[in-house]
């Protein structure tokens, strides 16, 4: 006689799936032998808890995992979008740039300089 208690979905409480992902994530049984030893009659229902309710990944081959995708290229009109989307944002530090160099200069009387571009902010060793 075998010694496997044949048992019903309605049998598995939410603790005995808890227990078995935790024995099978532990390393105590695989999730084929927690099968076996419990006996669960449907070949992918351990994992099926294990991938419900453990903490790893347990997806069981890489047919199952999606692909990473490439995004496609962006047609014109979205490229225009996006482009006008950063001209904006770029005005609009601009604008904030501006207004902090007005209150610096009138409420603090700090003068900032714009340099030149191509001048080094470095002193050269020549004397003028």
């Given at each position: 006689m075998?010694?496997r208690?044949?048992r019903t ?6 603790d005995?799936?808890?227990s078995?992902v935790e024995q ?14 419990y006996g669960v ?6 994992l ?6 453990g903490r ?7 047919s199952s995992?999606p692909?990473p995708t490439?995004p496609r290229?962006?047609t014109p009109e979205?490229q ?5 989307v950063?001209?904006?944002?770029a005005n609009?530090?601009?604008r904030?740039f ?6 610096l200069?009138?409420?603090?009387g700090?003068r ?10 470095r002193?050269?060793?020549?004397p003028?």
């Amino acid at each position: 006689m075998n010694s496997r208690i044949k048992r019903t979905q309605r049998d598995y409480t939410l603790d005995f799936k808890l227990s078995v992902v935790e024995q099978v994530e532990k390393g105590e049984l695989t999730y084929k032998q927690a099968q076996e030893r419990y006996g669960v009659q449907g070949r992918s229902t351990v994992l099926v808890w294990l991938r419900k309710h453990g903490r790893q990944d347990w997806r069981d081959d890489a047919s199952s995992t999606p692909m990473p995708t490439k995004p496609r290229p962006l047609t014109p009109e979205q490229q225009i979008k996006a482009l006008q989307v950063q001209l904006h944002e770029a005005n609009e530090k601009a604008r904030l740039f501006e207004a902090m160099l007005n209150v610096l200069k009138q409420d603090y009387g700090v003068r900032v300089v714009k340099k030149p571009l191509g001048k080094s902010s470095r002193k050269s060793s020549s004397p003028d």
